[in-house]
């Protein structure tokens, strides 16, 4: 991959308004993950040239299972991006919704209607319920997955889910250190003197929160035979489990499952907390959280293993791709963003994240693309839902979007091989 000065970088940035008005837009443990099937295994094969040379047909169908506190946010905005600007059709939350019936399972009255309209994806918050998603969707759908190390992911959740407040330890020095002495008799006092109609939705999540999305039941998460059984379901049905720890490369993996342009998963990343809420995790901690979330332990570990069985066999070109994956979100970062700021989640959460502010001197066109990529579950959801009950506004937003990812492809591409 060739370097490339600042000056080269102020050079393309200024010629973006000339090239945007003529060109298409668009916007511990080791790391990860991609399942071996019959189905897949030709795109797994070191010998197969789709590893290297685009030589597929880029899929449209895809259902993402998405994880609480996992980066799914960034994963479900690139979908929406994606689908947006080929005017795909999205399984969407009822009026008045944000997730898919969570915590509940999915079932086939759980989203806004379709209209007669053939779904292409499922990205919102949903529980894994498979019968009734491969009866919804096409025969092709490819479904995908995240999955973090399972001590961040708890620590992340119980911040960002405020359980300190919840269970009535918000003046304690230190909340989670204090759950940790008993957390089944501080749960037991909740359950006995709160009022479960008002927060019992997140709490679904203070154990094997990532496996509860998956449809594992909390009856069953001491149950050994029933999370290595639902494991090796998992492994059957899902075509790739992301990892956190490791994004961008698991995007390139999602990129080239999905036969898709590298420009179509460049992102911003979604949903983060503030800095001053992030803390350090002591080894006796850790070892209680692993303890108390065992399943998701078992879980994590299970797909890890099987990314590197992948990666192993993945020439240099995939890293070339990973590198190039990260170059052009530095590029997307500069050009867009002006600085980040502090403001409350849209959703039920209370927690401060990290939002986005725009540069306010961005041509209109690309305006539009910085602005989606930017753009939380909520909003996305809004504007995705008046699309689908309005063909001419639909027409419109992909006529924006369509002038804006090209440029990705095209201009891009020239400074950075």
Not at 91 to 107: A, Q, S, T
Not at 112 to 121: D, K, M, Q, R, V
Request: proline share 3%.
């Amino acid at each position: 991959m060739r370097s490339f000065s600042k000056t080269k970088l102020l050079c393309f940035v200024a010629s973006l308004s000339v090239i945007l008005l003529t060109s298409r837009i668009l916007p511990s443990f080791q790391p990860s993950l991609i399942r071996i099937t019959k189905a897949n295994q030709g795109f797994l094969s070191k010998k197969n040239s789709s590893l290297n040379k685009r030589s597929c047909i880029p899929k449209k169908n895809v259902v993402f299972l998405k994880t609480h506190k996992t980066g799914g946010s960034t994963i479900t905005n690139i979908l929406n991006r994606f689908g947006e600007s080929r005017r795909l059709t999205f399984i969407l939350p009822k009026l008045g919704e944000n997730r898919l019936d969570w915590p509940w399972f999915f079932r086939k009255d759980s989203f806004y209607p379709l209209n007669g309209s053939t779904p292409n994806i499922l990205n919102n918050h949903a529980r894994y319920n498979p019968d009734v998603m491969q009866e919804i969707m096409p025969n092709d759908t490819v479904y995908i997955t995240i999955v973090r190390n399972p001590i961040t992911q708890f620590e992340s959740s119980f911040s960002y889910m405020t359980f300190d407040k919840i269970l009535g330890m918000q003046n304690s020095t230190d909340p989670l250190e204090e759950f940790f002495k008993n957390p089944e008799q501080v749960l037991v006092n909740y359950v006995l003197t709160q009022d479960l109609r008002i927060n019992s939705d997140r709490l679904k999540l203070i154990r094997n929160g990532m496996f509860y999305d998956l449809g594992l039941e909390s009856k069953d998460f001491k149950n050994q035979k029933k999370i290595r059984s639902s494991i090796e379901k998992l492994d059957s049905q899902f075509d790739l489990v992301m990892i956190t720890e490791y994004f961008e490369e698991s995007l390139v993996l999602l990129k080239r499952l999905m036969c898709w342009e590298i420009d179509d998963v460049v992102f911003f990343r979604l949903k983060q907390r503030s800095n001053e809420l992030k803390r350090t995790i002591s080894k006796s901690l850790q070892k209680k959280i692993m303890q108390w979330s065992q399943a998701d332990v078992q879980l994590y570990k299970h797909f890890n293993r099987t990314f590197w069985t992948v990666l192993k066999n993945i020439g240099k070109d995939f890293w070339d791709e990973v590198n190039l994956l990260k170059a052009k979100n530095k590029i997307m970062s500069d050009l867009c963003l002006q600085q980040m700021n502090q403001v409350s989640s849209e959703l039920f959460q209370t927690v401060q994240t990290k939002q986005y502010k725009l540069r306010t001197n961005i041509p209109y066109s690309t305006r539009e693309m910085c602005k989606r990529m930017t753009w939380d579950e909520i909003k996305y959801v809004k504007h995705l839902r008046e699309l689908q009950t309005s063909k001419d506004e639909k027409k419109d937003s992909n006529g924006i979007l369509l002038k804006a990812t090209a440029w990705l492809t095209n201009q891009l591409h020239f400074y950075l091989i």
